[in-house]
T-cell receptor, first 113, second 113 residues
């Protein structure tokens, strides 16, 4: 399996809801990333996990809570989001944090109402 | 931190012509420069990359050149085809900071048949 998969593809949530995004890879990669991408903009790094430990948090608001239960799985827990958090959330992975090539999942299109 | 600027923001070419996208970076410690292609509604796909110990790299119709002294790198697409229409992002990663990519603003390429 040479792909990064993400679920759900689309998510609509209210500002008081709690939801989670899921990312999975079976390439044996030990670094996983969450990015946020607004329309017509480049991806912006949010979090990096290396060997299941959080190694980078790019000053992301606490309403976004990442979790890496095992080496294949990465979650992003969402709570009390704002409409401006509506975006495409991309997951990526690389062999490890020292290996540069990152491979992206298809993303979850999130709309906060 | 690193700052990557990308030009032009849009590029329209006739099928069969060449397309060139240029990026400049600010951090002289950067040593990895990937290019991603993102079709509408799809994931960013790594299409080619170059490391600072190499001046040029080719893969079929795609080539990337790097000028470390001037801190700029370019993507060249020859014999463009309609399926080359997409948004292209350059990025840079500094040595010693692992895999923390900084993206350019993107170039929307339209190949007219």
């Amino acid at each position: 399996d040479t792909e990064v998969t993400q679920t759900p593809k689309h998510l609509v949530m209210g500002m008081t809801n709690k939801k989670s995004l899921k990312c999975e890879q079976h390439m044996g990669h030990r670094a996983m990333y969450w990015y946020k991408q607004k329309a017509k903009k480049p991806p912006e790094l949010m979090f990096v996990y290396s060997y299941e430990k959080l190694s980078i948090n790019e000053s992301v608001p606490s309403r976004f809570s990442p979790e890496c239960p095992n080496s294949s799985l990465l979650n992003l827990h969402l709570h009390a989001l704002q409409p401006e958090d509506s975006a495409l959330y991309l997951c990526a992975s690389s062999q490890d944090f020292r290996v540069y090539e990152q491979y992206f999942g298809p993303g979850t299109r999130l709309t906060v109402t | 931190g690193e700052n990557v600027e990308q030009h032009p923001s849009t590029l329209s070419v006739q099928e069969g012509d060449s397309a060139v996208i240029k990026c400049t970076y600010s951090d002289s410690a950067s040593n990895y420069f990937p290019w991603y292609k993102q079709e509408l509604g799809k994931r960013p796909q790594l299409i080619i990359d170059i490391r600072s110990n190499v001046g040029e790299k080719k893969d079929q119709r795609i080539a990337v050149t790097l000028n470390k002294t001037a801190k700029h790198f370019s993507l060249h697409i020859t014999e463009t085809q309609p399926e080359d229409s997409a948004v292209y992002f350059c990025a840079a990663a500094p040595n010693g900071a692992g895999n923390k990519l900084t993206f350019g603003g993107g170039t929307r390429v339209l190949v007219k048949p």
